[in-house]
C-alpha cells in the first residue's frame, strides 16, 4: 500500500441552524498518487466533504465538527487554510465562488493565490502564460472575470487552482459548465497531472469516466459512506442504484445480457474490446 496522504478519523459535521448532520463519522484513507472518486445523490454530502478536506470547514463554515482529517500529515483544524493550500486545491462545484470578485482581469485572478507565495513577478507570469494556455483561456487574460461565459469561468477557476500545483487536487464535479467536448478536455489535463503524481479526489455525476478512471470509489448516502471499493465492487453490487447512482452503461448491458440468457463472463470493466462486444452482442 502506498502513502496514506488524506485521512478521515470518524470525521461529522453539522450546519448551523440544521438539525441533521450533512456528514456522518466519516472513515476513510486515500492512497498518494491515487485516483478517488466520490460518488452519491444529490444532498448525501459530496460538496461538504470537500469543503472539510481543504479546511474550509472548520475554518470558513460555521458549524459544529467531530473527529479529524489530516492532509499530507497536517490537521484540518489546527492548520490555516493558507498551509492547506500549499499540500490540497479545490475546484469548487460552482466556479462563480471560487472568483476573488477582486481581480480586473482574467490574468490577475489567475496570479490571485500567487500573491503570497513570494515568488518573483517573471515567475508569476511565466505560470500565468502557461496556465492559460494550458486551458485554453489566453485570449481570454485581459478580460474581466465576470464577463466570462459559465464554461470560461469554469476554466479560470481550474486554473487558478492548478497554478499553485497542489500535490492533492480535488474536483468537485468540476466540468458541469462546460459542453463535453470542454469536459473530456479539461478531464485529460487532470488524467495527465494524476499520471504525473498528483492526487486526485474527483465528485463526478460522469459514472463513464468514474468506472474506467478511479482507483477506489467511496459511495456517500445521506452524509454516511456506505462502501468504499474498486469500481468492479461498486457497480456490480445490485444495491448500489438503491442509494440514488446511476451506472455505467457496460453494467446496464451486461444485466442485460443475463437476463437474455447469454452465457455470463465476468466482465473486465476496464477493457474496451469486451464493452464493444457487449455493445454488439445488444444489438
Ligand atoms: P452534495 O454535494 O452531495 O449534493 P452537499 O454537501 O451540498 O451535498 O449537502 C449535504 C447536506 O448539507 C444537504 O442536506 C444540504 O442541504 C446541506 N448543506 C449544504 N451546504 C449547506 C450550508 N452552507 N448551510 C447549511 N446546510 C448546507
Ligand atoms: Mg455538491
Known sequence: MNKVIVEAKNFSYRYNQTPRRALKNLDFQVEEGSFFCIIGANGSGKSTLCNALVGLIPHYFVGKKAGEIIIDGLKTETSTIAELSTRIGLVFQNPFNQLSYTAATVAEELAYGLGNRGISREEMHQKVDYVAKLMRIDQLLFKNPLELSGGQVQRVAFGSTFILEPKILVLDECTTQLDPLGGDELFSIVKKLNQNGVTVIMVDHDMERVAQNAD??????????????????????????????????????????????????????????????VKEALK
Open 216 to 277: 477506489k470509489i467511496m459511495v456517500l448516502s445521506e452524509g454516511e459512506i456506505v462502501a468504499i471499493d474498486t469500481p468492479q465492487k461498486i457497480f456490480e453490487d445490485p444495491f448500489i442504484t438503491t442509494y440514488g447512482i446511476d451506472v455505467p452503461d457496460y453494467v446496464k448491458l451486461s444485466k442485460a445480457l443475463a437476463e437474455k440468457n447469454y452465457t455470463h463472463h465476468a466482465i473486465e470493466i476496464t477493457e474496451e474490446p469486451t464493452i464493444a462486444l
